[in-house]
């Protein structure tokens, strides 16, 4: 019998998810509807396939949406994280199964009790970084479980960064998602344990507390922690861990760049600043300025607030990205926020043939009792490349996880309800093995300590 699949969102991190979907539409029966915002997209990344349509989607419109959700068999969401509570509900009060890339949230987690009710699966994480990463981890902490092992610590890092020989600009990054998740980045703060403390960041020094790190295969990066690392002392059963760090890697000086705009004040969302159409970035700058900074034009009077020199890189890299232009932004937005993810989409889009690459480390020290305590250190990394002038590696590690996920569901292969993460054994290797297959591999080093 024909399913309908109504997929969410044509974004940067789709192309691959559909792709999938559709190449299997024939075989499995399936008639795949992708929605979104910008029908034109949505029409583009369907490009005129049978069993696929496009269709303009409001997900405020709380009656067109029920409608759609209720028509649908399965629900894939790639929308931005803050709108899946919406989504979520939605699918729950339908009977609609969905498979989502963003965090289970709290908000989605309250539907958990209504969707067991109505024998509804969300399940939550199935992209890249959250995905592949909660699998791979739960993989690896399995295994050393088996073995007899207790974990002390475990530090676990994603990115999605241009290939080495791409990261040419000032920033050595191109943009391969979502602008507004790279514009709003760190804004929750974040917390970790670290040697037993807890150590805690707000979201205004998030960057200037960036340390060295080193990636197999690679080589030196930088790191920062990514929100709340301590939830995941429980969803990894780690109680007693000592070291709990979950972050986000950049390539060496792009963080010092990223504070320099955070203490600017750029990444606000809240602040709706007047003909902001025809202001340009060097009047929005300008206008985060306090005004007893002293100098004789604009560059100078930023560099004495940011506290650097004009020759300073990380300035160079502000100059290079456009804040001191003149010309009107024209954007349609009313935030400075607006203003810096469409700055982002112009100078940072991935250039025509470029290539990408994303990278998951997982870093475990572990100690086996039964064996005069013996000490090792596993460190499991997984680097993919995109293909030139086809898939970036970010939209197939994105939406290859979310297309098997809803695949399993669709077929009778995951048959639970509630709202989860895929973290059972058997969903983290079905989904892990054929992630293999596709040449999305980890590669293990292990030392003795």
């Known amino acids: 019998m024909k399913k309908t699949i109504l997929i969410l969102g044509a974004g940067q991190s789709t192309p691959y998810l559909i792709k999938y979907m559709l190449s299997h539409a024939e075989k499995c029966d399936w008639q795949v ?97 959250p995905g592949i990463d909660i699998m791979s981890t739960k993989q690896i902490i399995d295994g050393i479980r088996e073995k007899g092992g207790v974990i002390d610590a475990f530090e676990s890092y994603g990115t999605g960064v241009p290939a080495p020989d791409m990261a040419t600009n000032p920033l050595r990054y191109w943009i391969t998602w979502n602008p507004r998740n790279v514009a709003m980045a760190g804004l929750a703060g974040a917390q970790y344990l670290h040697e037993g403390r807890i150590r805690i960041i707000p979201w205004h020094q998030l960057f200037q507390r960036a340390w060295p790190f080193e990636v197999d295969g690679v080589g030196a990066m930088e790191a920062y922690p990514n929100r709340d690392s301590l939830a995941y002392v429980d969803v990894f059963d780690l109680k007693g861990i000592k070291t709990m760090i979950r972050g986000t890697l950049r390539y060496s000086g792009y963080c010092d760049v990223w504070r320099h705009i955070v203490k600017l004040g750029l990444p606000n969302e809240n602040l709706e600043i007047p003909g902001l159409f025809e202001c340009s970035m060097a009047d929005l700058v300008e206008m985060f300025l306090p005004p007893d900074v002293q100098g004789n034009d604009l560059r100078e009077r930023t560099a004495k607030f940011l506290g650097i020199d004009q020759e300073d890189e990380s300035f160079k890299a502000l100059e290079w990205l456009g804040l001191f232009e003149a010309l009107p932004l024209e954007i349609h937005g009313k935030t400075p926020a607006d203003a810096v993810i469409n700055l982002l989409s112009t100078k940072l889009a991935l250039p025509a043939g470029g290539t990408d690459m994303v990278a998951l480390v997982h870093d475990f020290v572990a100690h086996y009792p039964d064996e005069q305590n013996r000490r090792e250190r596993i460190v499991s990394t997984m680097k993919y490349f995109g293909t030139p002038g086809e898939d970036t590696a970010m939209s197939k590690t994105v939406g290859l996880p979310a297309a098997l996920a809803a695949r399993s569901i669709l077929e009778g292969d995951i048959i639970s309800s509630g709202c989860h993460r895929p973290i059972k054994r058997e969903v983290c290797d079905a989904i892990m093995g054929k992630l293999d297959e596709e040449g999305i591999r980890f590669e293990e080093r292990i030392t003795a300590l």
């Open 33 to 129: 509807i992708v929605a979104d915002q910008d029908q034109d997209l949505a029409a583009s990344r369907v490009d005129d396939h049978p069993r696929g349509s496009a269709i303009a989607f409001d997900l405020h419109d709380d009656e067109r949406r029920q409608s759609l959700f209720g028509e649908a068999d399965l629900i894939i969401n790639l929308m931005p994280a803050f709108l899946q509570p919406i989504v979520a509900e939605g699918c729950v009060r339908q009977g609609t199964n969905m498979v989502s890339a963003s965090y289970l949230d709290t908000d989605t987690k309250k539907l958990d009790e209504q969707a067991r009710q109505k024998s509804v699966l969300v399940l939550c994480e199935c992209g890249l970084d």
